[in-house]
């Protein structure tokens, strides 16, 4: 089994949060993550807008080191025009739809996010989502 994991679930890893450790056990849980190239991007930029100095440079190398464990989607040619096409139906934002192709190109059927929007698109794109919450 693999999970999909978007950049909203993967910051929990790395910025304290109400649903940190719900989130964690549920991604230590599965040994595969996949997520789409342009993760490495808005995490990146999500880490610097949320973090400073120490806590910033530690997030980013412990990110740097999990990233290595990602099956990473190439955001190329196919799952670009899927995500134009998931856009265009679901009204998606561009990053969500290219969370959402990339999830399809997959095979992934349950992708973990904590984006609302994102959430609420992939039922038009014929998936799950999955939330863990702190119980």
Not at 38 to 47: D, G, S, Y
Request: with cysteine; aromatic share 6%; hydrophobic share 45%.
């Amino acid at each position: 089994m693999s999970l999909y994991v978007d950049t909203s679930a993967l910051l929990k890893l790395y910025v304290d949060e109400a649903e940190s450790d719900a989130c964690e056990a549920a991604l230590l849980a599965d040994p595969v993550w996949v997520t789409g190239r342009h993760t490495l991007v808005e995490a990146r930029r999500n880490l610097a807008r949320l973090l400073e100095g120490e806590a910033h440079r530690d997030a980013v190398a412990t990110f740097t080191a999990d990233w290595r464990r990602f099956e990473v989607i190439e955001v190329d040619v196919a799952p670009c025009e899927r995500a134009a096409e998931l856009a265009e139906h679901s009204g998606a934002r561009t990053l969500d739809a290219l969370h959402l192709a990339a999830a399809l190109t997959a095979g992934v059927e349950t992708p973990v996010t904590y984006d609302q929007r994102l959430a609420e698109a992939t039922g038009g794109a014929g998936l799950a989502v999955s939330t863990p919450a702190s119980g």
